[in-house]
C-alpha cells in the first residue's frame, strides 16, 4: 500500500482545529483522556478495536470525536492510520498530539509462557507501534509541531515474577522511544513517556494464565473487575496537562508510587544516560 499524497494545506492558526490522536481509546486511561480532551477542546482521533465500544459511551455523542476502527496488530495498521491522518491534515486539521496507549498484560511464568503468546503481546506493545512510526513520521515531520508519547510501565524498569514478558515489551518501547527522542530532536519534535505504576483498567481483565499451577495468585488470574475510577481520572488529566504544555522531561511519573522509584533509578542516572547517548552518537 503506497503512503498517502500529502498536500500542504495553508490555513490560519486560529482556524485549525487542534488534534490528539489516541490508540486505546475505548477503555481504561485511554478512554479517560478521550474524555478530557474533548472536554478541553480538542478534536479526537480514537482508535478503537471496535466501534461498538463507544456506544453506551457519553463521548460518542461529541462531533469533536473521530472514531478509526482499527486492530493494531494488522501488518497495515500504519499505512491505516497514515491514510486517516493525511486526509485530515488535509482538511484543516493540526496534530498536536499522538498517543500511543493501547497495550496488552499476560501474567505468566516465562516457563509457562507459550512462545505464539508471547509474540501476539510484543506485537500489540511494541510492533504496533513501530509500525505506526515508520509510516505517520514523514506526515509529522512535515507539519513539525506535534508531541509523540507512549504509555509505559514500572514494569519496563523491572521485572517482576509472572511479568517478565509484559515487563520486556515495555523495556523495549522505552528503548525505542529514548532513540526516537534523539532522532526527533533536530525536528522540533517533542517525544516521551507516561510511566505509571498500576491503576484499574481491561488490561488486568486480558490476562492470561497459562496454567491453574502458575505463580500468578488468585487476583491476577481473575484480573480486576471494577470499572475504571479515581485514579485513571487523575493520570489522566495529569497527562493532559502534560500535553497542553511544552514536555519538561522525557519520563514521567503517573502516580506517587511509579514518581518515589523512578526518582531512584533515574534522577541522576538519567540524565548521565542521556548524555551519554549523544556523546556516543556524535562519536559514531
Known amino acids: 500500500m503506497k503512503r498517502a499524497k500529502i498536500n500542504i494545506v495553508t490555513v490560519s492558526d486560529k482556524l485549525m482545529k487542534p488534534l490528539m490522536v489516541i490508540t486505546g481509546a475505548a477503555s481504561g486511561l485511554g478512554a479517560e483522556l478521550t474524555k478530557q480532551a474533548l472536554i478541553a477542546g480538542y478534536h479526537v482521533l480514537a482508535i478503537v478495536r471496535n466501534k461498538s465500544s463507544f456506544k453506551n ?31 485530515m491534515l488535509n482538511d ?7 498517543i500511543f496507549n493501547a497495550g496488552e498484560h499476560h501474567c505468566s511464568t516465562i516457563e509457562e509462557h507459550p ?59 522505552e528503548r525505542l522511544f ?24 481491561r488490561l488486568m481483565r486480558q490476562e492470561q494464565v497459562v496454567s491453574e499451577n502458575s505463580s500468578c495468585d488468585q487476583a491476577q488470574r481473575t484480573g480486576s473487575t471494577s470499572t475504571p475510577g479515581k485514579s485513571v481520572t487523575i493520570l489522566a488529566s495529569r497527562f493532559l496537562e502534560i500535553l497542553k504544555g511544552t514536555p519538561e522531561s522525557f519520563r514521567y511519573p503517573g502516580d506517587s508510587k511509579a514518581e518515589a522509584i523512578l ?21 559514531n
Open 178 to 201: 529514548e532513540s526516537l527522542r534523539l532522532e526527533l530532536e533536530p525536528f522540533g519534535i517533542d517525544v516521551g513517556l507516561l510511566v505509571p505504576s498500576t491503576f484499574e483498567s
Open 263 to 283: 526518582d531512584q533509578l533515574y534522577v541522576d542516572f538519567g540524565i548521565q544516560r542521556l548524555g551519554l547517548a549523544k556523546q556516543w552518537s556524535d562519536r
Open 57 to 87: 459511551s457519553t463521548a460518542s455523542e461529541n462531533s469533536a470525536l473521530h472514531i478509526l476502527q482499527l486492530d493494531l496488530n494488522r501488518h497495515d495498521c500504519g499505512e491505516v492510520l497514515q491514510e486517516k491522518l493525511a486526509v
Open 115 to 173: 512462545l505464539e503468546d508471547a509474540k501476539r503481546l510484543f506485537d500489540t506493545n511494541f510492533f504496533s507501534v513501530l509500525r505506526c512510526l515508520q509510516e505517520v513520521l514523514p506526515l509529522i515531520r512535515e507539519r513539525g509541531e506535534a508531541q509523540i508519547w507512549a504509555t509505559s510501565s514500572l514494569s519496563a524498569h523491572m521485572g517482576l515474577p509472572s511479568d517478565g514478558l509484559y515487563a520486556a515489551s515495555k523495556a523495549a518501547l
Open 92 to 98: 484543516g486539521f493540526s496534530l498536536k498530539a499522538l
